[in-house]
């Protein structure tokens, strides 16, 4: 078959490689029919994450048929439209039986396209399949459901629902790339009374404004803090979400949080920030990080077939399967191309 | 100054009597400025709450403006527009301290129009000002604040919160009259998949689908619980919210219930229910009953002038104060005339 | 082997029949080392439980040591000495990935001894032995482990988690028997002010004085509710917990409960109650009904382990496995033997 | 009267002003009975609480008996003993309805010996006195409840109710000054399996023992983190309390929990500390500050007066009331001492 290999910094290819096989009897080896590029695959092809080595396949979202089982699934059967999820669980182990899948310590955890060979191939082995996939509801697209891989349920669970957003709260999201985008249409599930949406660049506030966003606020130019207590006497936002992953969102996300408010922590960083304990210490403020668990798919799930949320929004640029070059350029160029999530499928 | 008031069983009258003034340091005097009818009302006047004693002046429900205000008050000023709540909360006891100010110990609770004179006049004496009044925010019309006096903060505090609504989940309300309305509106708020109206009149599921439900059941026709378990892979709603307050209708909310949901009693209740512990022990269910305190009211505050959500929607008739009979006559055949909330303006 | 099999109500026979066997990749067969007795296991045999047909082996507890496995587990092996549990859990249905073993739809729930063969024999096979059995901790005895197959697990769970018992509360238990004695003992981890037992038989509130009870009530001969209202300024109980399972213990169970209180139902009920909505639709009462789901477990056994819960103290009566018409007469005349749990170890 | 006047940083005095006045219709006048000395109120005496003027009268925690009442209190009355909180609450205000008292908007918070003159005195104005003392149980000592006013609040909702101890749980503690051991006794309610103090000074551990500890480290000699892990699997502390107030101990916090646990700040921060989100961001922390709101004071006086609490245990050392110079001496060399809590009662 085809696949996407990482070959070190900078250099991929989409190459033949052997087909994957069913090793342990919780596997199953699934047809990719549309897969996607995700955020954490251009800091692997960056060389940020060591784990991964040469000759890995990349990828960790796909939407696919179940081409062979092992004996031991229960559930999926060959066949089946299946969504593969970002986090594989082992379904078993402490964190398993606790739905926290994405620190599970039974081989799982977010091991596709990292530890193991990924999505971004024509066909994908999935580990322990009964309780790392998701059956496609009928009637909806394998585009709609591909967006619930990652970038839904990470934003949902780790921004929305550790925030604990609430209606009627002022919600603020420091950065409006496609998992700050994706916290403001989850956050709006609860009917916040404001959503705040603050970026650098102009063009990704428009976007948030469709996402959502009542209220946009350029931080290079306008002061955010005070943005945020003039539509909440003074006080500041009942929820901060961090969606960018550098020390200063985070810290301005500290920064805008009301007395009793959250701050979630989306992003992925790789330096250490400033906790102002100084200021904080009397604020009775909750600081939450995560990594998605994906325990929240089957919600999000029933939310798109029942309308609630427009998960087709994202995706912005469309290409074949094996159009896998233009397609990591178009979404690394997202500032020229205005590419949120790009979709390749096999034709 | 002219007041309805309650002369036994079928009695009422619009007649003079004196003008209310501050007892204690936290009362405050409000000028009537909008008032509503509720059903409670009319049971008062069937004779069915016996603690309601000929001469009292009727009604819990006002938006004003503050006359005069006893020395003690901190917040509330003369002049201020304020939302008369129907819960009185004094903000020192055990229960107002933990914010379940419905069941107040320091002599507050639902007494206006029940232990002492009501809204349903020109002024009306309000104790404990302070933690029993809101302020009107500005832009906000007096019918639309109005809604936020009893039936909105009841319906979400005893049915949606209660019921822990949560995106996704399908929620299904016994009940289409105003309060089973108001829940609808209410869950909303939360991005059901489905909302399930069950009423026996087709005119109010009709209304229902106004309010928000995407599904509607004559459970005069049909059965309701086969309905909600053929949307919900036959185990029942996630929560199942009671409006009705009679034996029949809480039994089907239990019915309606999935193992590991939430019933959620509004109903106001004369009689007992039988509770099928027989078939309910094994199911994992929790059921609620509640009076409101109103601690949600901020919240609902922000919700309508955020325009989160439409309070006004309910106003169907409107009348002038002194039009208190034909008020009560439109509200009482709510059958005949559609009415949902009536309200009557001082001109 | 030797098993004890069900022949129709009254009969049950220590009789010999053939070992079992690997059926499923996730079975595992544990010989059994020590077995206990459930008051559920009497109600089988008086007939109530018809979904036991004849020829069933009963039992749904045990500690045991692993003899072999399918080849799909992943962290059960051969030789583990094992807690089996009461609730056998597939670990990827819906209510699995919530926790919500008890409510398993993928072939689990309470099947040992009930739709399957249990564990009241020399060897047991055990489904989805990764989800439902636990290691036990090196230093407990067999012993103090059995005790957490059902009775501890079922009372701390259905009683005090649902009841939400917390520090400082008043806490009433309605029925001393295994189960109210469990349900004080699992209470206490939380340092309540008052741990109240009510029941009708002297020897049993000595014996919840030994478990915890602070205060005891016979409710044949003094007002339970009196009683609980003269420790709480005349509120009633923080919460009510449920621990006989009939119609009268309940109701007492709802009218004990303060306003904003709990009442946590663990009696199997086979005949429904009386619900007085009629007083409690005011009184913001949460009331619980459950199965046991065996979430707890792992909690359980560090608490066993650090000698935060005395599980052997249920231990009154020991006997050989092949004792099982000694042992089941000594607890079904519990009245006269001061039966608690019966445990019978092979020798 | 006397009272203990603040005239700069190093300069206090024991002195004759005038007995203070009821100011307010909700102040109450208590004669102080017995009053004890913060670790606050040698920050202040060293100049680092500039909000603190030449003038001020010192102190934040008493237990007195009111000499005089304002018209508008409802609840306070003279002659009733009382505990003052360190934190004063208007009762009205969006915080205090929702019983963030530390945060009150309309004139309370921690005001006593800090913004207004305080309880180190012989007398105390307490604003707001009907929402800012509680009454002193019958049969309780004036010295256990003392160490309500502040200390065991304090630990008890900052660092056991944030952090969210659960039975079972293994929670470590950073600190074995008075607040560490509080948060030690606080955490032992909710029956941890293992409670860890950790401290740099042997005789501090050695009375954290007393106070609950199972497990104690010093940290100048031993790695704290890899003795958590020993005792969890390799995986952390479910709950880590941080109980000094420099940014080591909140890191070591931050470095000693689980995946999934909490970590809960009650220190006094004078600076800002290094949050490692590059290692944080995956592991699902949450992170809380708080500033005490006594909200849980009724519930721990049910747990002293219930014997739940041993209150009395921080006392080590008495004074007269007009003894301020050794009391502080005392207290402010506790490593030579040994003082936990230092009393001054009125003889």
């Known amino acids: 078959m085809k696949a996407l290999v990482y070959h070190g910094p900078g250099n991929k290819t989409w190459e033949e490689v052997p087909k994957p096989t069913v090793q342990a009897d919780t596997d199953a ?14 800091h692997i092809l960056k060389g940020d994450v060591p784990e ?9 979202e796909a939407v696919g048929t179940v081409e062979s089982v092992g004996s031991g699934l229960k559930n999926v059967r060959t066949g089946d439209r299946v969504l593969v999820s970002c986090i594989t669980a082992c379904g078993a182990c402490r964190f398993c039986r606790e739905g926290r899948y994405g620190q599970c310590l039974g081989g799982g955890g977010w091991i596709l396209g990292h530890l193991i060979d990924g999505t971004q191939a024509e066909y994908v082995r999935v580990p322990f399949a009964d309780t790392s996939t998701y059956p496609v509801p009928s009637g909806a697209s394998d585009e709609e459901i591909l967006m619930l891989a990652d970038i839904l349920p990470t934003s949902y669970e780790v921004g929305v629902l550790n925030g604990a957003v609430r209606p009627g709260d002022t919600v603020a999201v420091v950065g409006s790339g496609p998992i700050g985008l994706a916290a403001i249409m989850g956050a709006r599930l609860y009917s916040p009374s404001h959503m705040v949406a603050i970026d650098l660049v102009d ?10 966003a009542d209220v946009t606020v350029n931080n290079g130019r306008e002061d955010a803090v005070e ?5 909440t006497d003074g006080l500041g936002a009942d929820v901060a979400i961090e969606a960018v992953g550098v020390p200063a ?22 330096a250490s920030a400033t906790l102002h304990l100084e200021e904080l210490w009397t604020k009775d403020v909750t600081i939450t990080t995560g990594l998605v668990d994906t325990c929240s798919t089957p919600t999000l799930l029933r939310l798109v077939t029942s309308h609630q949320l427009d998960a087709a929004r994202f995706v912005t640029h469309r290409f074949g399967l094996d159009e896998f070059d233009a397609a990591y350029d178009t979404f690394s160029r997202a500032g020229d191309t205005g590419a949120l999530k790009v979709v390749l499928t096999r034709s």
Do not use: Q, Y
């Not at 080896?29 to 251009?42: E, K, M, S, Y």
């Not at 991964?52 to 960790?60: A, C, D, F, K």
């Not at 943005?227 to 539509?231: E, G, K, M, Q």
């Open 203 to 212: 063009s990704r506030l428009e976007a948030a404004k469709l996402f959502g």
């Open 52 to 60: 991964v080595t040469p000759g890995r396949i990349l990828g960790h």
């Open 249 to 270: 969102s985070f810290e301005l996300a500290t920064a805008l949080v009301r007395p009793g408010g959250h701050v979630a922590n989306i992003g992925v960083h790789g």
């Open 29 to 42: 080896i699934v047809r990719v029919d549309a897969v996607t590029i995700c955020g954490t695959d251009l």
């Open 227 to 231: 943005a945020v207590r003039s539509l």
